[in-house]
Nanobody, 116 residues
């Protein structure tokens, strides 16, 4: 069974930092690029950062220069270091493969709230 378990969210003041972690099933982690997605209330879920099997990274313009994605292939874990957080970063954050599959399963996500 595919598992994705996100953690590390919380409440932080603007300008602060958080580090998110996502433990994934080896079954999907070992053969896929991985990414962090976020969904704000009333908005669609969007991809904000991705990392290939070889470690190449891509970022949405909204987070470029502030967020850093990384992966530990030995532990099937992907991370998102978030610095200089802004209130508009407030969302539920999810990890998943990039690209998504038709039958992709989502974890519970982790809430990030940035106060002004």
């Amino acid at each position: 069974q595919v598992q994705l378990v996100e953690s590390g969210g919380g409440l932080v003041q603007a300008g602060g930092s958080l580090r998110l972690s996502c433990a994934a099933s080896a079954r999907i982690f070992s053969i896929n690029a991985m990414g962090w997605y976020r969904q704000a209330p009333g908005k669609q879920r969007v991809l904000v950062a991705s990392i290939s099997l070889g470690g190449m990274t891509n970022y949405a313009d909204s987070v470029k220069g502030r967020f850093t994605i990384s992966r530990d292939n030995a532990k099937n874990t992907v991370f998102l270091q978030m610095n200089s957080l802004k209130p508009e970063d407030t969302s539920v954050y999810y990890c998943n493969t990039v690209p998504l599959y038709v039958n992709s399963h989502w974890g519970q996500g982790t809430q990030v709230t940035v106060s002004s």
